[in-house]
């Protein structure tokens, strides 16, 4: 069993590897990241931000302060709302709404959690 679990670490690990390349790689990057789907927004849970290890968060604030040089976003009409929807289009409960109480952030495993800003220690 153990080796059964090392494999598919091992696998996932190539996965990640593969695709952070053809990302890196691409003419076109972003757009190579949201593959073949309409997707017109990325929007990415406060919450899941704040998990994240401190260099992290400070690569990720400053590449958002460079798009800020590029863009004049008072001129961006930005008063979205977000909903979380089930399969068939119905509002659910969404677990990371309250950003200061969120839901158990969901690590991948739990060798990460050392490492970032985890404040929601269930």
């Keep these: 069993m153990g080796d059964d679990k090392k494999t598919k670490e091992l696998l996932d690990a190539a996965d990640v590897a593969i695709e952070k390349l053809r990302i890196e790689n691409a003419k076109e990057p972003i757009n190579t990241w949201f593959?073949?789907?309409?997707?017109?927004?990325?929007?990415?849970?406060?919450?899941?931000l704040e998990g994240m290890p401190v260099e992290w968060q400070t690569k990720f604030v400053a590449l958002l302060g460079e798009m800020q040089e590029v863009y004049d976003c008072?001129?961006?009409?930005?008063?979205?709302?977000?909903?979380?929807?089930?399969?068939?289009?119905?509002?659910?409960?969404?677990?990371?709404?309250?950003?200061?109480?969120?839901?158990?952030?969901?690590?991948?495993?739990?060798?990460?959690?050392?490492?970032?800003n985890n404040n929601n220690e269930v």
Excluded: M, Q, W
């Design 35 to 48: 593959e073949l789907t309409y997707s017109n927004y990325l929007v990415l849970p406060r919450s899941l």
């Design 74 to 116: 008072s001129k961006i009409d930005d008063n979205y709302t977000t909903h979380l929807v089930d399969e068939n289009g119905n509002h659910i409960h969404d677990p990371f709404a309250d950003y200061r109480r969120p839901a158990k952030l969901p690590y991948r495993d739990d060798s990460n959690k050392g490492s970032v």
